[in-house]
């Protein structure tokens, strides 16, 4: 069975200071899917980066960035110039490849401050 | 824009009541799903269905039922409720061939 883990419960930054949260994962296939979302206190579910696993490039969407290690399954999340809106519950995801029909598995997520 | 609605954003019942969660998506997915989210365990899968009238157990699928009667909806449903499935509930769909999953607004649940 696959596994997600996320060591960092908490992690507090600085506003316009760089962050990383940091994701491993398990899994015995070769082709799958990993992505970050956010939990505000809203409760919606956002997606904020997707990477596939057999792009070796690394996925970046504004000042959101991956660092993804397919060789020791790593997969972490870089935020740049932190903003007040980024506080969140971050949750790192992984899914096989084949429809998305078993779902996503979670892992327990990082509740991340920023200090203004 | 798609979009997953669960009935109630808040509710609370008493033990022993029989409990149905409603979600609803608007973009014609075929796989939809019911976690359970609880502080320090992240999101736990708790029924998923691929088609009409199939379900298929989660990770903890234990007290809780799903039906799925209409492609657009899925439904949660605790026979019996009790304390320890006070929780967050968050649906999620996902269209075929598709990787991103959409989700509800989640439903806070209390048993009181």
Same mark, same amino acid.
């Given at each position: 069975a696959q596994t997600v883990t996320q060591s960092q419960p908490e992690m507090s930054v600085q506003e316009a200071e760089t962050v990383t949260l940091s994701c491993t994962?398990?899994? =015995?296939? =070769?082709?799958?899917?990993?992505?970050?979302? $956010?939990?505000p206190p809203s409760r919606q579910m956002i997606l904020v980066i997707r990477q596939e696993a057999y792009k070796q490039q690394n996925a970046t969407e504004n000042r959101f960035s991956v660092n993804f290690q397919k060789a020791a399954k790593s997969f972490s999340l870089k935020i740049s110039d932190s903003q007040l809106g980024d506080a969140a519950m971050y949750?790192?995801?992984?899914?096989? =490849?084949?429809?998305?029909?078993?779902?996503?598995?979670?892992? $327990?997520?990082?509740?991340?401050?920023?200090?203004? | 824009d798609v979009k997953v609605t669960q009935s109630s954003r808040y509710?609370?019942?008493?033990? @022993?009541?029989?409990?149905?969660?409603?979600?609803?998506?608007? !973009?014609?997915?075929?796989? !939809?799903?019911?976690?359970?989210? &609880?502080? @320090?365990?992240?999101?736990?899968?708790?029924?998923?269905?691929?088609d009409?009238? !199939?379900?298929?157990? @989660? &990770?903890?699928?234990? @007290?809780?039922?799903v039906s799925r009667e209409k492609k657009e909806r899925f439904s949660l449903i605790l026979e019996s409720a009790s304390t320890n499935q006070t929780s967050m509930y968050l649906c999620a769909s996902i269209g075929w061939g598709n990787t991103e999953a959409f989700f509800g607004q989640g439903t806070r649940l209390t048993v009181v």
């Open positions: 994962y398990d899994t =015995s296939e =070769s082709d799958y899917y990993l992505f970050w979302y $956010k939990q949750f790192c995801a992984y899914t096989r =490849s084949g429809g998305g029909a078993d779902g996503l598995t979670f892992g $327990k997520g990082t509740h991340l401050i920023i200090q203004p | 509710l609370v019942k008493r033990t @022993g009541e029989k409990v149905f969660l409603e979600c609803v998506q608007d !973009m014609d997915h075929e796989n !939809m799903f019911w976690y359970r989210q &609880d502080p @320090g365990l992240g999101l736990r899968l708790i029924y998923f269905s691929y009409v009238k !199939m379900k298929e157990k @989660g &990770d903890i699928p234990e @007290g809780y039922s």
